[in-house]
T-cell receptor, first 115, second 109 residues
Framework: NAGVTQTPKFRVLKTGQSMTLLCAQD?????MYWYRQDPGMGLRLIHYSVGEGTTAKGEVPDGYNVSRLKKQNFLLGLESAAPSQTSVYFCASRPGWTLTGETQYFGPGTRLLVL | SQQGEEDPQALSIQEGENATMNCSYKTSINNLQWYRQNSGRGLVHLIL?????REKHSGRLRVTLDTSKKSSSLLITASRAADTASYFCATDGGGKLIFGQGTELSVKP
């Protein structure tokens, strides 16, 4: 199993450009998450999904949109990138709402630089 | 705002010594989890302790939870240079994790 993969690994954008980050998991997990990590800080939740076709806002959703059209994929979109969105983005997944399904599995991250 | 606050922010020890990291949180939780992050990598789950548990062990890791004080600690015994990483606590209050700012651990050979 590849686990959680993220595409691309690194991207440079100009202010105002748009892009989509792709997260894929091959573990048949129900829940998927998008986080951002800024220097010296922990992870902050952007959006999450509790199943195919569902999405919900996290702690810092402004400026981002998400879609979960297929269970294995969770897309994060930036419609008009701003320098404040320069960050490392992590995707994670977890099995679901069971006692043994609470651990999250993380992807390797996408480094985004907005100039 | 972040729920967990970790202490210390940075810790430097010699190989073989024990490392203790503390985490405090603000609201009620279902469980508390500890994750490790090597430089430039994603997070890896270490251990989960439920709100009705007080202590849990996994290999060289020992986690305690005091829900009355809303605090947890992670002890790594007999540390190794390979333990050098950032360690994060994360509280789970209903399917979403809220992370602390992390403790940066450096273990010198």
């Amino acid at each position: 199993n590849a686990g959680v993969t993220q595409t691309p690994k690194f991207r440079v954008l100009k202010t105002g450009q748009s892009m989509t980050l792709l997260c894929a998991q091959d573990m048949n997990h129900e829940y998927m998450y998008w986080y951002r990590q800024d220097p010296g800080m922990g992870l902050r939740l952007i959006h999450y999904s509790v199943g195919e076709g569902t999405t919900a806002k996290g702690e810092v959703p402004d400026g981002y949109n998400v879609s979960r059209l297929k269970k294995q994929n969770f897309l994060l979109g930036l419609e008009s990138a701003a320098p404040s969105q320069t960050s490392v983005y992590f995707c994670a997944s977890r099995p679901g709402w069971t006692l043994t399904g609470e651990t999250q599995y993380f992807g390797p991250g996408t480094r985004l630089l907005v100039l | 705002s972040q729920q967990g606050e970790e202490d210390p922010q940075a810790l430097s020890i010699q190989e073989g010594e024990n490392a203790t990291m503390n985490c405090s949180y603000k609201t009620s939780i279902n469980n508390l989890q500890w994750y490790r992050q090597n430089s430039g990598r994603g997070l890896v789950h270490l251990i989960l302790i439920r709100s009705n548990e007080r202590e849990k062990h996994s290999g060289r890791l020992r986690v305690t939870l005091d829900t009355s004080k809303k605090s947890s600690s992670l002890l790594i015994t007999a540390s190794r240079a390979a333990d050098t990483a950032s360690y994060f606590c994360a509280t789970d209050g209903g399917g979403k994790l809220i992370f602390g700012q992390g403790t940066e651990l450096s273990v010198k050979p």
